[in-house]
């Protein structure tokens, strides 16, 4: 089967940096996407990761290990609007198939 | 440019009844997946409909069916309605002619309750 773990809460606060881990085990691996949802929201595309290593778009970073079937996103100089739920999602047979994680509710406090 | 639209934004059916959701995706895009997201979880493929076939099926049973038409629409359907179908069922269109990764473009969904 499919399964993603993602921490289930952070919190951190305004101007901070915080790293959102996601773990996954999967059959037919094509890539680590990320996803954000405000609440009452639809998700939104962040980032995606088919290779190792870094990817950077602008205060948000992402990154994979295929070895290791890790990854992280890393939010930098926090702002209150980024408080919202962060969903990993491994997609697989060739972009036909999406695995998403249970989500990490991220809150930034002042 | 408009993203992706759904229909109906909330619906209230009883156990036992039949509904029709409805998508129009992206416009450029050809490639339509459903998904249904309870409270507090992450969202859960249902199908995905690619020149109106069903090109992959999650872990769902028959009472969930799709159909793509040849504008790129699409609708889900659930028949045999039970309480635990309550949920926001979102549609999501990408592309998928010479895209690496398809990168997905999700509606505002339809929240569904069954009573």
């Known amino acids: 089967g499919q399964s993603l773990e993602q921490p289930s809460e952070v919190t951190a606060v305004e101007g901070a940096i915080v790293q959102i881990n996601c773990t996954y085990q999967?059959?037919?691996?094509?890539?680590l996407s990320w996803y954000q949802q405000h609440d009452g929201g639809a998700p939104t595309f962040l980032s995606y990761?088919?290779?190792?290593g870094l990817e950077e778009t602008g205060r948000f970073s992402s990154f994979l290990s295929r070895s290791d079937s890790y990854g992280y996103l890393l939010l930098q100089e926090l702002q209150m609007k980024d408080s919202a739920s962060y969903f990993c999602?491994?997609?697989?047979?060739?972009?036909?198939?999406?695995?998403f994680g249970p989500g990490t509710r991220l809150s930034v406090l002042p | 440019d408009a993203g992706v639209t759904q229909s109906p934004t909330h619906l209230i059916k009883t156990r036992g009844q039949q509904v029709t959701l409805r998508c129009s995706p992206k416009?450029?895009?050809?490639?339509v997946s459903w998904y249904q997201q309870a409270l507090g979880q992450g969202p859960q493929f249902i199908f995905q409909?690619?020149?109106?076939?069903?090109?992959q099926r999650g872990n769902f049973p028959d009472r969930f069916s799709g159909h793509q038409f040849p504008n790129y629409s699409s609708e889900l359907n659930v028949n045999a309605l039970l309480l635990g179908d309550s949920a926001l069922y979102l549609c999501?269109?990408?592309?998928?002619?010479?895209?690496?990764?398809?990168?997905?473009?999700f509606g505002p969904g339809t929240r569904l309750t069954v009573l």
């Open positions: 999501a269109s990408s592309l998928t002619a010479g895209s690496s990764y398809n990168e997905q473009f």
């Open positions: 999967t059959s037919g691996f094509y890539g």
């Open positions: 416009s450029g895009h050809d490639t």
């Open positions: 409909y690619y020149e109106e076939e069903e090109r």
């Open positions: 990761n088919a290779l190792d």
């Open positions: 999602a491994v997609t697989s047979n060739y972009g036909q198939n999406f695995v």
